[in-house]
């Protein structure tokens, strides 16, 4: 099999390679009748003995010239039936260089001045013509000529009449075995009624998606807008499950590659398209500023934001990333996807190492000198930190403290800690520990060598053990869906956009500030399980039921981004806010923190709680409580 397997790709090379020889021929050939052609024009089909030798004399540099020229701008190679206008400006700038070497061939190796310059002129623009015009008349011929399927294809009605949607029409055009049959286009541009693309017509708007589903008997909808915001893409959704038609969607622009679409990259629609928000524009001279050329640290770069933050760092030239994590398969994903993706890339350092390590983390700091740091390491799961109380104490509030005090020791520029909506109002351990490490990045604002500021936000899609992967699970394990309670609600952001927001507002801080993200208006838990069942073609309640568990210890009916005592203010981006006021004195919590960790030498789980909840709330646990508002705490 294997010798089988050579033996075919030597025959593809051999074919491949007389391709390319006959397009240079065929082009040779091409570039003699074009230089004659220009004679015969210049004369009036009348050419002169005199000219003629001339052009014997001339005709093979000319073709020699053209090759080569041709030959460096890849004009030799490529597929015509893809022709597009990149190739014609190739094509342009090919023959300007040919002409180019070619008067200074005739005038300093032929030395003639015989030849007219109307000829010169003349063969420029032939050249243009003849080789670009042979170029689009075969991709013009594939895509008029439709071979007879035995089976007709699908139905398609395209939901955009932009760039995405042209570029998929034209590749079902031009690949039949797809099996789609477009009908038409349906664009909210009224003004791109009754244009056509590709032969294929504008009928209306998404409005009118019933009434054309209807009539032109669509059996599929592509969606083809990869800038459609979540609500635009519910809105045509809702149509297509009401009319019980097919439908896919095309990925949002940050997920198309160099911009380009194919149909093949059309996929089920799913549920974070739907609760997908605008694109996030962010100040890419300022994050450059920042990263460029310099060390960073992200602790939690196995989890699912710490990932993606290494993902994003990389695109703006840092000299180096270090990526922390105590799980060794979380590094070991990140780090094998990113070598796969850039083998030659050096700029990765990871580091399975805990941060409660205090040791470790001195040794990376005094090793590697960051000089900014993304904190997004912590325990997150409310109901497991219920139980466990000095672990998420050890991790999220003492671990947090050691990197603090090596970011300040190291003088590292810049420290972003991520934060919860999770902590505002804490009634858990988990919200109560993330409260702390707010605070004590607060008592850190007035730092002369480092900017510690935190970013807060709620929850995000697919993140690991977060209810959208669990709700997958369950649902491809036929059900039921388990939800904590019916009136339940959430704050929900796709990763991506997640991560993009905490970069920014890390750029932002002069140091003690708590940046808060847009998440949107709050969704319920069930409605995001009823969308789930829905896009799968089920029915909920009857194919797929959703049974309610009540709330877990520690979860709270509905989450906030902002405490009644706290005030935000706008910033420079529309999608983040600053608390306002927000002082607490250097060294407030030495006492406080002293006590947690003698509580954590001694496995004293209750006395860690109290210290904890009285220095987040005002208030021992089990007490009424109160919210410190932020000047004062």
């Not at 080789?131 to 991709?139: D, K, L």
């Not at 403290?401 to 972003?416: G, H, Y």
């Not at 006395?607 to 709330?617: D, F, H, K, P, S």
Request: proline letters at 4%; hydrophobic letters at 45%; aromatic letters at 6%.
């Amino acid at each position: 099999m294997k010798g089988r397997t050579g033996r075919s790709a030597r025959w593809i090379d051999r074919a491949m390679g007389y391709r390319g020889i006959a397009l240079i021929g065929l082009n040779a050939i091409l570039f003699a009748l074009i230089y004659w052609l220009s004679y015969e024009l210049r004369f009036d089909f009348a050419v002169t003995r005199g000219y003629v030798a001339i052009y014997v004399d001339t005709v093979l540099a000319v073709v020699a010239i053209k090759t080569v020229v041709f030959q460096r701008y890849s004009l030799h190679q490529g597929l015509w039936r893809y022709v597009s206008i990149t190739d014609l400006e190739r094509i342009i700038q090919a023959a300007l260089v040919s002409t180019v070497f070619l008067v200074a061939t005739f005038f300093l190796v032929y030395r003639t001045r015989d030849i007219p310059r109307s000829v010169i002129a003349l063969d420029f623009l032939l050249t243009i013509l003849v080789i670009g015009g042979v170029r689009f008349a075969v991709r013009m011929l594939r895509e008029t000529y439709r071979p007879m399927r035995g089976e007709r294809g699908r139905r398609v009605l395209v939901v955009g009449a932009g760039a995405a949607g042209e570029q998929a029409l034209r590749e079902i055009r031009l690949n039949r075995s797809l099996g789609f049959d477009p009908v038409g286009l349906v664009d909210d541009d009224r003004r791109k009624k009754g244009g056509a693309i590709h032969g294929v017509q504008v009928l209306g708007t998404t409005e009118q998606l019933q009434s054309l589903v209807l009539r032109h008997r669509v059996e599929e909808i592509l969606i083809a807008i990869p800038s459609a915001t979540g609500r635009e893409v519910r809105r045509i959704v809702e149509q297509c499950e009401a009319l019980k038609v097919r439908f896919q969607i095309l990925p949002a622009v940050g997920d198309l590659i160099a911009g380009r679409v194919s149909i093949r990259q059309f996929r089920e629609v799913q549920i974070e398209d739907l609760l997908g928000r605008e694109r996030v524009e962010l100040d890419v001279d300022r994050l450059g500023g920042e990263i460029a050329g310099r060390t960073i640290l992200v602790t939690g770069a196995g989890g699912s934001i710490g990932s993606e933050l290494v993902r994003q760092v990389l695109d703006y030239g840092p000299r180096r990333v270090l990526l922390v994590d105590r799980s060794e398969n979380g590094i070991f994903a990140i780090d094998r996807e990113l070598r796969e993706r850039s083998p030659a890339d050096d700029r990765l350092v990871p580091i399975v190492g805990d941060i409660q390590d205090g040791e470790l983390v001195r040794e990376i700091f005094d090793r590697w000198r960051p000089s900014l740091v993304y904190h997004a390491a912590a325990y997150k799961h409310v109901p497991l930190m219920e139980t466990s109380v000095l672990e998420a104490v050890r991790n999220n509030v003492l671990g947090t403290r050691s990197l603090m005090d090596a970011a300040e020791r190291f003088n590292a520029d810049r420290f972003v800690l991520i934060s919860t909506d999770k902590a505002v109002r804490p009634k858990n351990v988990m919200g109560a520990t993330k409260r702390m490490a707010e605070l004590l990045m607060l008592e850190r604002g007035g730092s002369r060598t480092t900017k510690f500021v935190a970013v807060r936000f709620g929850n995000v899609l697919a993140s690991e053990g977060s209810v959208l992967p669990i709700f997958r699970r369950q649902l491809a394990a036929g059900g039921p869906l388990t939800g904590t309670d019916a009136e339940a609600t959430r704050y929900f952001m796709t990763i991506p956009e997640a991560v993009q927001l905490v970069m920014q507002a890390g750029t932002m801080g002069k140091g003690g500030e708590i940046f808060v993200l847009d998440m949107g208006e709050p969704i319920r838990i069930v409605d995001l399980a009823h969308r789930l069942i829905t896009l799968a073609g089920k029915r909920p309640g009857e194919d797929v039921e959703i049974v309610f568990t009540g709330l877990r210890p520690g979860e709270k009916l509905h989450e906030d981004l902002v405490a009644p005592g706290e005030s935000v203010q706008p910033t420079p981006h529309e999608k983040i806010r600053m608390l306002a006021g927000a002082r607490v004195p250097p060294g407030h919590y030495r006492g406080t923190i002293a006590e947690m960790e003698r509580c954590v030498a001694v496995r004293d789980a209750d006395r860690a709680l109290g210290v904890l909840m009285e220095a987040v709330t005002g208030a021992p646990p089990g007490g009424p409580g109160r919210v410190i508002p932020l000047s004062a705490s």
